[in-house]
């Protein structure tokens, strides 16, 4: 059973940066396709960046694409998203989450989840 903890989210105005981090335990990290979504109230939830398991490919969803970077750390058992240029409408709770599949969008694909973390951007 894989346990992921998301950290970093918080309140930041909009052209500004965040990190978040997804720590990974109980199991093998590295054989996991890792992958960032988010949901907004209201709204449905929406995929945002995948990596597969070596790092070697990514994969992002149109509304983040050129300002948000996915990576991993695979000797930490860490997956990062780097939000850089930050607008109002990306105001949601990010989850982190992890698949034995091949990179995907599709959030039914994910055997894992994380509890989330709010990110809150501001004028």
């Known amino acids: 059973q894989v346990k992921l903890v998301e950290s970093g989210g918080g309140l930041v105005q909009a052209g500004g940066s965040l990190r978040l981090s997804c720590a990974a335990s109980?199991?093998?990290?590295?054989?996991?396709?890792m992958a960032w979504f988010r949901q907004a109230p209201g709204k449905e939830r929406e995929f945002v960046a995948a990596i597969s398991w070596g790092g070697g490919r990514t994969y992002y969803g149109d509304s983040v694409k050129g300002r948000f970077t996915i990576s991993r750390d695979n000797a930490k058992n860490t997956a990062y998203l780097q939000l850089n240029s930050l607008k109002i409408g990306d105001t949601a709770v990010y989850y982190c989450?992890?698949?034995?599949?091949?990179?995907?969008?599709?959030?039914?694909?994910?055997?894992?989840w994380g509890q989330g973390t709010q990110v809150t951007v501001s004028s």
């Open positions: 989450a992890a698949a034995r599949d091949s990179l995907s969008y599709r959030g039914l694909q994910y055997d894992y």
């Open positions: 109980g199991g093998a990290f590295g054989s996991y396709t």
